[in-house]
């Protein structure tokens, strides 16, 4: 189970105690987070596969139905969006991320997307 259960079960209980740490850090996630790869300006951990992976996704979606000239945007803007978003609720939610980390998903998932551009 992803949510840590209180020993009441209550959702409040829950809330009450995010304070103690991410609310999803189980061991998937601390698996998921072990850096592959870290030099002065490249970053690559295991997430880096996944943000590949939205970019495949959305770039085979995408591909379907915009023309390359807006599409690219729309999927920059997306990946730029959840990476605000990652960092907003990166207190409850995730692990906090190095500025490295984050531009390395955006170009990650940016790349996953070009390939799925040229694929299909």
Known sequence: MFI???????FSDII?????????????QRWMAKIICQ????????WSFVHFAS???LGIVFS???????AWLVVLGLLIFYEF?????????FR???MLD??????IGIAGFLIAWLWF
Not at 16 to 28: I, Q, Y
Not at 85 to 93: C, D, G, N, R, W
């Open 102 to 107: 984050k531009i390395w998903d955006v170009m």
């Open 39 to 46: 030099k002065k300006y490249f970053y690559l951990d295991r």
């Open 96 to 98: 906090k991320e190095l």
């Open 85 to 93: 978003f990652e960092t907003a609720v990166s207190k409850y939610l």
């Open 55 to 57: 970019g495949l996704i």
């Open 4 to 10: 840590k259960k209180s020993p009441k079960g209550r």
């Open 64 to 70: 379907h139905y915009f023309s390359i000239n807006y």
């Open 16 to 28: 009450a105690n995010m304070g103690e740490r991410p609310v999803f850090s189980n061991r998937l």
